[in-house]
């Protein structure tokens, strides 16, 4: 039977045909193997970290097996407080228990009988029963999503367990500078930390080049280097790229820069940052008055905030912007010399007050210590193909 683009390349599923397996960055061993030899100590908490969209998740999957994988969010905790009930809830283990009573009440005319239930709580030596017996391993995805708070408790629940052979897998973003996990001097030395790097350009290329022999299609190697340059360390970035290239409405027979570019832009039609945009131009109230505007070089105009999302959509992506090389960017970008630093910098903290006040999809960077973090390389995917990119002028 012939193969057809959606069976080979897998952006929201695990790449059977398409996996890669890396090495660990300054040494001999995979990601695989480092992952396989942190589960098997004793009283240890795998803590992975790495930026968005870079295959944590499906290293586990790939170690562990989903079959094994008991898989929740941080999102999970932001509502549901109790760490032991939300995983309880999981795996349908029932969070309350019932004892029933009958008394009797009799007069000379009737007989009553009254049943009263009393319910109590389950501890959380059944949920690490269950896990124990079936030989399952929390994956805790997205950690830094959990309320601050929450973040603290589970660290600590999952200090007090994992002595008792309770395995657990951490994975959360680097930069974070509320690190519940390596900030806990109770967890000090009982923690397996592996960070995930960013995917080299030429380990992209081999999930195309994997895929495209799969699919017996011959790319010329300049046109998967492009797509391995616009999928931003990201493999699953470069899946949707890949997977989008055989759904575009016309029948494609030689894959060219051009429809590379196409597919970048068919990618974004289902990414849901539109209203990020929206905001993060928009900027904090100005109360009335209007800001500045600026000439770029292509000819348009922005004020500051436009400015910022224009400098970070360029060439080349980079999901790192030290503040000097934002205000190079700048300098390159305009025809006006007078754009202050601290101007800058004020309005990189306005960005992060704002966002710390919306939900999860909203933290898509972070502003710390003069460099300027994207947390979410398809927020900078977006904003570089979206439907957006007029506001930005041509690149």
Same mark, same amino acid.
């Given at each position: ?185 109770? *967890?000090?030395? /009982? =923690? ?8 080299? !350009?030429?380990?992209? #290329?081999?999930?195309?080049? $994997? ?114 090389? *934002?205000?190079? /960017? =700048? ?8 754009? !202050?630093?601290?101007? #800058?910098?004020?309005?990189? $903290? ?46």
């Amino acid at each position: 039977m012939e193969k057809s683009f959606s069976d080979i390349f897998k952006p929201g599923a695990y790449p059977q045909k398409t996996y890669v397996s890396r090495h660990s960055n300054g040494t001999r061993y995979t990601y695989e193997e480092r992952l396989k030899q942190s589960l098997s100590i004793e009283g240890y908490l795998t803590y992975i970290v790495g930026p968005s969209k870079i295959g944590k998740t499906v290293l586990c999957e790939n170690v562990i097996g989903r079959e094994n994988m008991v898989s929740m969010s941080g999102n999970d905790f932001s509502k549901e407080h109790d760490f032991w009930s939300g995983i309880g809830k999981k795996i349908g283990i029932a969070i309350t228990a019932g004892v029933s009573q009958e008394t009797s009440a009799i007069s000379n005319s009737e007989q009553r009988s009254t049943i009263i239930t009393k319910n109590y709580f389950t501890t959380k030596d059944r949920v690490i029963q269950y896990f124990n017996e079936y030989k399952k391993i929390l994956v805790l995805d997205d950690f830094h999503y959990a309320p601050s708070e929450t973040q603290y408790d589970i660290a600590c629940q999952l200090k007090e367990v994992i002595r008792l052979g309770f395995k657990a897998v951490v994975i959360s973003l680097p930069y974070r500078s509320d690190d519940a996990i390596r900030l806990n001097p109770d *967890l000090t030395g /009982r =923690i397996s930390i592996i960070e995930i790097e960013p995917w080299k !350009k030429e380990e992209l #290329v081999r999930i195309a080049n $994997k895929g495209f022999s799969e699919l017996n299609m011959a790319v010329e190697k300049n046109v998967i280097t492009k797509m391995a340059e616009e999928s931003i360390h990201s493999p699953q970035l470069m899946q949707s790229i890949c997977l989008n290239i055989g759904l575009l409405p016309e029948k494609i027979e030689d894959i060219t820069e051009v429809t590379i570019e196409e597919s970048c832009r068919f990618t974004c039609m289902n990414l849901p940052y539109r209203d990020v945009v929206r905001i993060l131009k928009a900027g904090p109230s100005t109360r009335g008055q209007q800001r500045l505007k600026y000439v770029l070089k292509d000819g348009s105009q922005q004020d500051i905030y436009g400015l910022i999302l224009k400098i970070l959509a360029d060439n080349p992506p980079l999901v790192e912007l030290r503040i000097d090389e *934002l205000m190079e /960017r =700048i300098k390159n970008n305009t025809n006006d010399n007078m754009i !202050k630093q601290k101007k #800058v910098k004020d309005s990189l $903290k306005n960005w992060q007050r704002m966002l710390e006040q919306q939900g999860s999809l909203y933290q898509v960077l972070e502003w710390k210590d003069d460099v300027i973090y994207i947390l979410d390389n398809m927020f900078l995917f977006y904003i570089r193909w979206g439907l957006e990119r007029r506001d930005y002028g041509n690149r």
